[in-house]
């Protein structure tokens, strides 16, 4: 294919034709292109996703649709996304190593990219669904998150580096756009793309009436659109996770952006807690240890989380910020600074997991754990914890202690009937 050629959509038909030539994705699956089978498995919001299979094996093939998928054409978006996942994949790569699939070909024209099919993985979502439960997954979380928060922010980076890397991110527009509207805008007042469970009205009513939930999630937002501490995934929930029993990785960041540190490890927490609430009517006799399995990833993320920020700020705080030279060179503990950054990522992340947890019961882009609950009468009670304990998160984010408070407040939720 032509690097000039002008953007098109690729299909199962079209793609052995048009890919033909990248010998990237040929010396992974084999160069005879007619040997070429090709599957369209995306299932996301946004793009297509192709798995080609040849007699030397398997890639992915993904590239952006000048259109929201979820909705149409009718809601236009810049395929410049690839762009930015593209270069967020190379620092993801770069600063959590082994976290991310490799990348073997990327075509800006084409807005599309070429990476490793990872196998037997499959999304987590669907595993926590199923009752799967996946060895190291939390460590594998919380490093991901310490290691990108950390290396991306002037705690690690040089500070023209930083500068001109979020430059460059600052050009991801109308993707972190989406994020504003949907995640921090809409779930508080009737927009028009918004949808929510039948029976849900009372508690959507008393979210919607709570002037001082709404200037919190707001003050969030503020923070989410001006703080550029790290380079954030941006969404980071079970489906941007793909795990085999025992090993995951993290796809999809084309929401990267630099934003608050603790962005991707509430969004992430927020997940793992509506995986939480949806179980009972996913599971039978083994709810209770299923559901407390999910508890005990979050507490361990979270610990993950701080033992490793811990220990890349003793041992690799290079950039400019809390330097040796004004704490360990003159004989001063650093430690209490690294518990007040610690402090303010604690304090987002509990705001963003509350506002995450309002976002796909009542915004536009809900997600399978409560929407494969076909029964509204079901669904909407297990719904109805879910939003509450997100107002509850959000009200109280500055005053959590930690994660095993939040597991405590979630195990209090998932006892009462809240509707
Ligand atoms: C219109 S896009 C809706 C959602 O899908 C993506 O995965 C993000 O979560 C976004 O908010
Ligand atoms: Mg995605």
């Known amino acids: 294919m032509s690097a000039s050629a002008s953007y098109e959509a690729l299909s199962v038909e079209t793609l052995p034709e048009r ?4 010998a990237a994705l040929a010396s992974q699956v084999g160069a005879d292109h007619a040997m070429w089978q090709v599957q369209e498995v995306g299932d996301g919001n946004l793009n297509l996703v192709f798995i080609v299979t040849g007699p030397e094996g398997k890639a992915v093939v993904k590239q952006a649709l000048p259109y929201v998928r979820l909705v149409g054409d009718s809601w236009p978006l810049p395929l410049y996304r690839a ?4 270069h967020a994949l190379t620092r993801q ?6 976290s991310v699939p490799e990348i073997f070909y ?3 024209v084409q807005a599309l990219i070429v990476m490793e099919f990872l196998s037997p993985h499959l999304i987590l979502r669907r595993k926590l669904i199923a ?3 996946v060895d190291g997954l939390a460590e594998f979380l919380g490093k991901f998150c310490a290691r990108t928060a950390f290396r991306g922010s002037e705690l690690s ?3 023209g580096d930083k500068k001109a890397d979020v430059a460059l991110f600052a050009g991801n527009v109308d993707i972190p756009a989406i994020t504003e509207a949907l995640v921090f805008t809409d779930p508080y007042f009737s927009a028009e793309m918004n949808h929510h469970t039948e029976g849900l009205d009372p508690v959507v009513k008393r979210l919607r009436s709570d002037v001082e939930l709404k200037v919190k999630v707001q003050q969030a937002l503020q923070r989410f659109v001006s703080n550029t501490e790290t380079m954030v995934h941006g969404d980071l929930h079970s489906g941007s996770i793909m795990s085999t029993d025992r090993e995951s990785r993290v796809i999809d960041p084309e929401f990267a952006q630099y934003g608050p540190m603790g962005f991707d490890i509430g969004m992430l927490c927020a997940n793992f807690l509506m995986a939480y609430f949806s179980q009972p ?3 039978g006799e083994d709810l209770a240890d299923y559901q407390e399995w999910i508890l005990g990833v979050i507490e361990e993320v979270c610990a993950t989380f701080e033992t490793e920020f811990r220990h890349l700020w003793k041992t690799k705080r290079t950039g400019i910020l809390y330097p040796a030279c004004l704490f360990e060179d003159q004989g001063h503990d650093s430690s209490p600074a690294c518990d007040a950054v610690l402090a303010g990522i604690w304090r987002d992340a509990w705001a963003v997991c509350g506002i995450e947890m309002h976002r796909r019961c009542l915004s536009l882009a809900h997600n399978a754990d409560f929407e494969d609950i076909a029964d509204p009468a079901v669904r909407a009670p297990l719904e109805a914890r879910n939003l509450l304990m997100g107002a509850e998160l959000i009200h109280e984010a500055d005053r959590l202690t930690d994660a095993s408070a939040v597991c ?3 195990r209090d939720f998932n006892g009462k009937d809240v509707l």
């Open 93 to 98: 790569a770069a600063r959590a190593p082994g």
């Open 83 to 86: 762009f930015f996942e593209y």
């Open 131 to 133: 009752g799967d439960r």
């Open 157 to 159: 980076m040089k500070s």
């Open 408 to 410: 405590d407040i979630a």
């Open 281 to 283: 009517a996913h599971r």
């Open 106 to 108: 990327f075509d800006e």
């Open 19 to 22: 890919l033909k030539g990248v």
